[in-house]
């Protein structure tokens, strides 16, 4: 049984851009920020870059890093660090530009950890309190986390958004990037279950955990990415993981203990995700509209599930945990950056700027948006990569003719 400060307490605010940084500091005390994160210690900020191209519900927001930063500053909070992970498909050097959390981190002087980095220690590292539901299944040869996040509080920073593999990504998934090194995409297959074990992680690491989430703009349909927007106007903030995702996943329309992150952490009792469990103070989320959310799947998702829990599980190693890799990685940003967001995010993302919010980023930084067009490095490698599957599958097809044979 796990108790914490603030266990099953969600706090939720309504806000606008003109206040939204005071609504923030607001909203932490509200959910009890300091109870939760012990004084004197480092303090890490999980920045969120699920993309390194701006779109709306996607990455933290600049608004909510300012707003986390200035808040902890208010109240004693003065070493704080910046926390970044690279992805197999997502360049967070080029994201932290693009996203304005650079822009922010240097104006208050807040140093990044970029853990990607060579300089930075990973530990093979042994549960204490339970066994792994899988984390040891998928790396025998050991479970791997960054050093430096031992000992430090961490303040995760989602939005509130649909995902491909999870229905929803919030809180507890914010600590995949962080924890897991670049062969994080090994666990997709038992996504669910290695969120669970990443918040054990957690909370035997960290002397306090809490998240504040950004519901400025929603995104759903096939998240993290490739997704619709939507302006809610809202904010989450809470010590509880569990908890602040089962509120998300509650506003957007999905029933929490349906998701099966949500439901195991909730029977391990890491958290509470019943929602008629949860106190929720601030504003009263039964009086919100339905938002109606779905999540759905790109071309590229459908193609990882069939790898996954699909016809191609019996090459799920030959094709992602092999020198054959890359096409994965090529074909993804193929489909996201070579196509849609060319032909498709960049309307949407012209139609987001002349809202509210969409002014508010633009005005951060030099006032500078980046929509880029087709990479045209982009569409070589993902060209190279899908003759190399064309090829590979011709191989493998052969292979199985001549065994059918004999």
């Known amino acids: 049984m796990s108790q914490f400060p603030g266990k099953g307490k969600v706090a939720v605010l309504k806000t606008k851009p003109e206040i939204v940084l005071e609504d923030i500091e607001r909203l932490m005390r509200m959910a009890g920020v300091e109870l ?36 902890l500053r208010n109240m004693g909070y ?7 992970n690279d992805t197999v498909v997502v360049d967070t050097r080029v994201g932290e530009y693009n ?33 792994f539901l899988v984390l040891d299944k998928v790396y025998p040869e050991g479970v ?47 996504i669910h279950e290695t969120l669970v074990d990443l918040l054990m992680i957690q909370q035997e690491i960290h002397p306090g955990i809490f998240a504040v989430m950004d519901g400025t703009f929603a995104g759903d349909g096939p998240g993290p990415r490739a997704m619709r927007w939507h302006e ?31 439901r195991i952490a909730h029977e391990l009792d890491l958290g509470i995700g019943n929602p008629r469990q949860i106190e929720i103070v601030g504003y009263d989320i039964e009086q919100e509209p339905p938002w109606n959310f779905v999540q759905e799947d790109t071309f590229a998702s459908r193609g990882q599930k069939m790898i996954y829990h699909g016809p191609l599980k019996p090459f799920e190693k030959i094709l992602l945990q092999s ?26 993302v012209e139609a987001a700027l002349q809202t509210k919010w969409g002014k508010l980023f633009k005005s951060y930084g030099d006032g500078r948006v980046v929509m880029p067009g ?31 044979r004999h």
């Open 374 to 404: 087709m990479e045209p490095k982009t569409v070589l490698q993902a060209a190279a990569a899908l003759g190399g599957l064309i090829l590979l599958l011709g191989v493998l097809g052969h292979r199985r003719r001549q065994q059918s």
């Open 232 to 262: 809610k106007d809202i904010l989450l903030a809470s010590a509880d993981q569990v908890a602040i995702d089962a509120v998300s996943a509650k506003l957007q329309g999905f029933d929490p203990l349906s998701i099966p992150f949500i």
């Open 144 to 190: 791997y986390i960054p050093k430096d996040l031992i000992g430090i509080n961490i303040v995760h920073l989602p939005t509130v958004k649909t995902h491909v593999f999870t229905t929803i990504t919030g809180a507890m998934k914010n600590a995949f990037g962080g924890l897991l090194h670049r062969n994080r995409h090994w666990t997709h297959s038992v």
């Open 99 to 131: 996203n304005k959390h650079r822009y922010i981190t240097d104006k208050y002087q807040v140093p990044c950890l970029y853990l990607y980095q060579d300089q930075f220690e990973w530990i093979c590292y042994q549960p204490r309190t339970r066994p």
């Open 36 to 71: 939760a994160l012990p004084h004197g210690i480092r303090t890490g900020l999980k920045i969120n870059i699920s993309w390194q191209t701006w779109y709306p519900a996607c990455s933290t927001t600049p608004w909510q890093l300012e707003g986390v930063i200035l808040a």
């Open 323 to 348: 020198p054959l890799v890359p096409w994965s990685y090529f074909a993804s940003n193929f489909y996201h950056n070579v196509y849609w967001y060319p032909f498709i995010g960049r309307k949407r």
């Open 78 to 84: 003065q070493d704080l660090v910046g926390i970044h």
